[in-house]
T-cell receptor, first 115, second 114 residues
């Protein structure tokens, strides 16, 4: 019930195209859904996040779509650029121990944007 | 400023060595985390500190020993590690009770156990 399923495992997109990564969860206690971007040898960087009372959030070229009834959410990267080539992790979190937040990660998507 | 710093960036240690990883944040966050990440895998939670008290230990072997000396610092003491413990060790922090939910990661320490 704690699992977050992410697809696809890898994605190749042409420069200027749209990259779409999908995630699904089971635990309805999750109340915050961030996306992280990770470059090789670096720590994950928080990219964009959404709460379940919102169906869409856009920040620049990055948009999260959230479907609470289907327990699914997705990341759309518009006008994809070679610099977007990285691994993307979706996550879901819930409060534990009164203050800390426990993140459950998806398995990751390796995005390659071709020039 | 959303910076979490970690030292060292790289560490090579033998199986009989004792070493420590250090993490620091000055964002006033009251929850701090240690994760382990193997290649091409998501981060795995190891420990959670909430208000400087250990609140979650995800069944981590005792050769890993966390310490939170104050609200800005988090250490991970390593002793008698195994080659399979080689990984990227990530520290993260979040605001804590009543604060925002964002969790920020440091750049990690690349650990190699020989």
């Amino acid at each position: 019930q704690q699992q977050v399923k992410q697809s696809p495992q890898s994605l190749i997109v042409q420069k200027g195209g749209i990259s779409i990564i999908n995630c699904a969860y089971e635990n309805t206690a999750f109340d915050y859904f961030p996306w992280y971007q990770q470059f090789p040898g670096k720590g994950p960087a928080l990219l964009i996040a959404i709460r379940p009372d919102v169906s869409e959030k856009k920040e620049g070229r990055f948009t999260i779509s959230f479907n609470k009834s289907a327990k699914q959410f997705s990341l759309h990267i518009m006008d994809s650029q070679p610099g977007d080539s990285a691994t993307y992790f979706c996550a879901a979190s819930v409060t534990v121990s009164g203050s800390a937040r426990q993140l459950t990660f998806g398995s990751g998507t390796q995005l390659t944007v071709l020039p | 400023d959303t910076e979490v710093t970690q030292t060292p960036k790289h560490l090579v240690m033998g199986m009989t060595n004792k070493k420590s990883l250090k993490c620091e944040q000055h964002m006033g966050h009251r929850a701090m985390y240690w994760y382990k990440q193997k290649a091409k895998k998501p981060p795995e939670l190891m420990f959670v500190y909430s208000y400087e008290k250990l609140s979650i230990n995800e069944s981590v072997p005792s050769r890993f020993s966390p310490e939170c000396p104050n609200s800005s610092l988090l250490n991970l003491h390593l002793h008698a590690l195994q080659p399979e413990d080689s990984a990227l060790y990530l520290c993260a922090s979040s605001q804590g009770l009543g604060g925002s939910y964002e969790q920020y990661f440091g750049p990690g320490t690349r650990l190699t156990v020989t």
